[in-house]
């Protein structure tokens, strides 16, 4: 099953073209609950974040921006070492990179939890990144390499279940922490998973390596990946804060473009490339990534600034912000294995158009509530729009992991797989930075014309928007009296709804594209056990 936080294709980060050599069926079981139990906490921790940021924000003293480092710091080491992580388990071994993978990320979440401001957060969650690219392709390649080909399907659907289950009740936790405790234990709470983890690990989970074993890891596209996606990160965070003239902003936008540039030349001459760009003359293969990157970049972008909307503007606890999604996550569970058949039944491409619509209606949707005030407003304004949503990537998700693998050989499936996962990284991480520009650019002018429009004294006015980079975090002025609080109150949230407004347009815009690109590059026919190869 495929969910929110999840790219499509997790479930097929496995072997490098490798053989399984299966383990003693008393130690599948084992294995199995490893995988399950480390996967989870970077699943649960991708998303739980979000809901933890006003509370990150207020309690750090930090701006908006800072708080998106929060969670793009986490995302750029995660898409950059993504596919070096499954190298390097084929390479030194499974079970060990999936174990040091586990304890870098406990030992980074004890990190967060420790942060005193939010540089070192930042920093934290950066090495937080760096274990989860360990882990997540560690935690299905030990599921291959334990289980035969006639077991491997049902333990693979076990995870995904499992998973999908921590996925979708790990916002509802964290949310109820943070309301009753504090944001730190939303971290806290992967020291003892990862705990159990490694002791599975060091007494009954078995070492395998891969086919890839023999090929050298790429270092170099792993740092020129890291540097390329850091670099346009850093520009578009950063330009609503100093402007796109400063030059620090010009020279990271330069560097990342240079480093993405000569990421493509090296990978093109590199003979074991991290990235093998000749998979992408296959015509299914490039149109699914494109559509990847364009689906992605509007859920992963658009659904990180739901929560703040929900907490900061509509006043809701973080414990219900949590929840407001669980319906998603609850359409694409019940209708994964009917949208699995979709593909053999109407062939790749009519799922791949109607699905990306469908969600682009729904995120259409988020764009019409106001100011409502309340979680009580939910089931008339924001559910239409999961719900939408959540069907619209149903159909998509499981014909587009299909697409995906059916478009290569078998021996390519877990480096195309991988990519597939890597992309969809990518563009979420890619898609938070720009939308938050956006936003920003909304949010700065529609301040500043509300301000106006409300008559509000100049002195006043000027203390408030020294605040602008905190968005709906800002806070109001001391010693205003009651009635021009809950203006300048309700000035704030005006504004940011209105750039809340314009991200989920342009997220439905980019669905819509994703849809146009099925249309175009997708081929193949119902019941075509695979999809026709490109040239």
Same mark, same amino acid.
């Given at each position: 099953?495929?969910?929110?936080?999840?790219?499509?294709?997790?479930?097929?980060?496995?072997?490098?073209?490798?053989?399984?050599?299966?383990?003693?069926?008393?130690?599948?079981?084992?294995?199995?609950?490893?995988?399950?139990?480390?996967?989870?906490?970077?699943?649960?921790?991708?998303?739980?974040?979000?809901?933890?940021?006003?509370?990150?924000?207020?309690?750090?003293?930090?701006?908006?921006?800072?708080?998106?480092?929060?969670?793009?710091?986490?995302?750029?080491?995660?898409?950059?070492?993504?596919?070096?992580?499954?190298?390097?388990?084929?390479?030194?071994?499974?079970?060990?990179?999936?174990?040091?993978?586990?304890?870098?990320?406990?030992?980074?979440?004890?990190?967060?939890?420790?942060?005193?401001?939010?540089?070192?957060?930042?920093?934290?969650?950066?090495?937080?990144?760096?274990?989860?690219?360990?882990?997540?392709?560690?935690?299905?390649?030990?599921?291959?390499?334990?289980?035969?080909?006639?077991?491997?399907?049902?333990?693979?659907?076990?995870?995904?279940?499992?998973?999908?289950?921590?996925?979708?009740?790990?916002?509802?936790?964290?949310?109820?922490?943070?309301d009753h405790y504090a944001w730190t234990w939303a971290f806290?709470?992967?020291?003892?998973?990862?705990?159990?983890?490694?002791?599975?690990?060091?007494?009954?989970?078995?070492?395998?390596?891969?086919?890839?074993?023999?090929?050298?890891?790429?270092?170099?596209?792993?740092?020129?990946?890291?540097?390329?996606?850091?670099?346009?990160?850093?520009?578009?965070?950063?330009?609503?804060?100093?402007?796109?003239?400063?030059?620090?902003?010009?020279?990271?936008?330069?560097?990342?473009?240079?480093?993405?540039?000569?990421?493509?030349?090296?990978?093109?001459?590199?003979?074991?490339?991290?990235?093998?760009?000749?998979?992408?003359?296959?015509?299914?293969?490039?149109?699914?990534?494109?559509?990847?990157?364009?689906?992605?970049?509007?859920?992963?972008?658009?659904?990180?600034?739901?929560?703040?909307?929900?907490?900061?503007?509509?006043?809701?606890?973080?414990?219900?912000?949590?929840?407001?999604?669980?319906?998603?996550?609850?359409?694409?569970?019940?209708?994964?294995?009917?949208?699995?058949?979709?593909?053999?039944?109407?062939?790749?491409?009519?799922?791949?158009?109607?699905?990306?619509?469908?969600?682009?209606?729904?995120?259409?949707?988020?764009?019409?509530?106001?100011?409502?005030?309340?979680?009580?407003?939910?089931?008339?304004?924001?559910?239409?729009?999961?719900?939408?949503?959540?069907?619209?990537?149903?159909?998509?998700?499981?014909?587009?992991?299909?697409?995906?693998?059916?478009?290569?050989?078998?021996? =390519? @499936? !877990? &480096? /195309?797989?991988? +990519?597939?996962?890597?992309?969809?990284?990518?563009?979420?991480? $890619? *898609?938070? %930075?720009?939308?938050?520009?956006?936003?920003?650019?909304?949010?700065?002018?529609?301040?500043?014309?509300?301000?106006? =429009? @409300? !008559? &509000? /004294?100049?002195? +006043?006015?000027?203390?408030?928007?020294?605040?602008?980079?905190? $968005? *709906?975090? %800002?806070?109001?002025?001391?010693?205003?009296?009651?009635?021009?609080?809950?203006?300048?109150?309700g000035v704030v949230q005006e504004s940011f709804v209105a750039?809340?407004?314009?991200?989920?347009?342009?997220?439905a815009a980019l669905a819509l594209l994703s849809a146009v690109?099925?249309?175009?590059?997708?081929?193949?026919?119902?019941?075509?056990?695979?999809?026709?190869?490109?040239?």
């Amino acid at each position: 099953m495929a969910q929110i936080g999840r790219p499509p294709c997790d479930e097929a980060v496995i072997l490098h073209g490798a053989q399984p050599t299966p383990c003693a069926q008393s130690a599948r079981r084992w294995v199995l609950g490893a995988a399950i139990v480390g996967s989870s906490m970077a699943f649960v921790d991708g998303t739980v974040v979000n809901v933890a940021l006003p509370a990150i924000q207020r309690d750090l003293s930090a701006t908006a921006f800072d708080a998106q480092w929060v969670v793009e710091a986490y995302a750029l080491f995660l898409a950059a070492l993504l596919l070096v992580g499954g190298s390097l388990g084929d390479h030194y071994g499974r079970r060990r990179i999936f174990a040091y993978g586990v304890a870098l990320f406990a030992l980074a979440s004890i990190g967060c939890a420790l942060a005193r401001d939010i540089h070192q957060l930042i920093v934290a969650r950066s090495v937080q990144g760096v274990g989860a690219a360990l882990l997540v392709p560690g935690s299905l390649a030990l599921i291959s390499a334990n289980f035969p080909t006639d077991e491997r399907g049902r333990a693979i659907g076990t995870w995904s279940g499992w998973t999908g289950i921590t996925a979708a009740l790990g916002p509802v936790l964290g949310g109820f922490l943070i309301d009753h405790y504090a944001w730190t234990w939303a971290f806290l709470i992967n020291v003892p998973l990862a705990a159990i983890v490694l002791v599975l690990v060091a007494l009954r989970v078995p070492e395998s390596r891969g086919a890839s074993a023999r090929t050298p890891v790429d270092p170099l596209g792993a740092l020129l990946a890291t540097i390329a996606l850091g670099g346009i990160v850093y520009a578009f965070i950063e330009a609503p804060i100093q402007g796109w003239s400063a030059i620090v902003v010009r020279c990271a936008l330069a560097i990342g473009i240079v480093a993405a540039s000569v990421f493509l030349v090296a990978e093109r001459r590199m003979r074991s490339p991290m990235l093998p760009l000749g998979l992408f003359h296959n015509r299914n293969f490039a149109g699914t990534n494109l559509l990847t990157l364009l689906l992605y970049a509007a859920l992963g972008g658009s659904l990180y600034f739901f929560p703040l909307n929900l907490i900061q503007v509509q006043g809701y606890r973080a414990t219900a912000a949590g929840a407001a999604l669980l319906p998603l996550i609850a359409i694409m569970f019940v209708g994964s294995r009917w949208a699995g058949t979709l593909a053999d039944r109407l062939g790749p491409k009519k799922p791949l158009v109607i699905g990306p619509v469908i969600a682009a209606c729904g995120f259409a949707l988020f764009a019409l509530p106001g100011v409502e005030q309340g979680a009580a407003s939910y089931w008339s304004t924001f559910l239409p729009a999961v719900v939408l949503l959540g069907t619209g990537m149903t159909v998509t998700v499981a014909p587009l992991t299909t697409t995906v693998m059916n478009s290569v050989g078998p021996e =390519q @499936a !877990g &480096v /195309a797989s991988g +990519i597939n996962n890597a992309v969809s990284r990518v563009a979420a991480l $890619l *898609a938070i %930075a720009i939308f938050g520009v956006v936003l920003a650019w909304i949010f700065d002018s529609r301040l500043h014309q509300h301000l106006q =429009q @409300a !008559g &509000v /004294a100049p002195q +006043i006015a000027a203390q408030l928007a020294a605040q602008r980079d905190r $968005l *709906a975090g %800002a806070e109001i002025p001391a010693g205003v009296d009651a009635a021009v609080a809950a203006t300048l109150k309700g000035v704030v949230q005006e504004s940011f709804v209105a750039g809340f407004r314009w991200v989920m347009l342009l997220a439905a815009a980019l669905a819509l594209l994703s849809a146009v690109a099925a249309s175009i590059w997708i081929e193949g026919k119902p019941g075509a056990s695979k999809t026709t190869r490109g040239t």
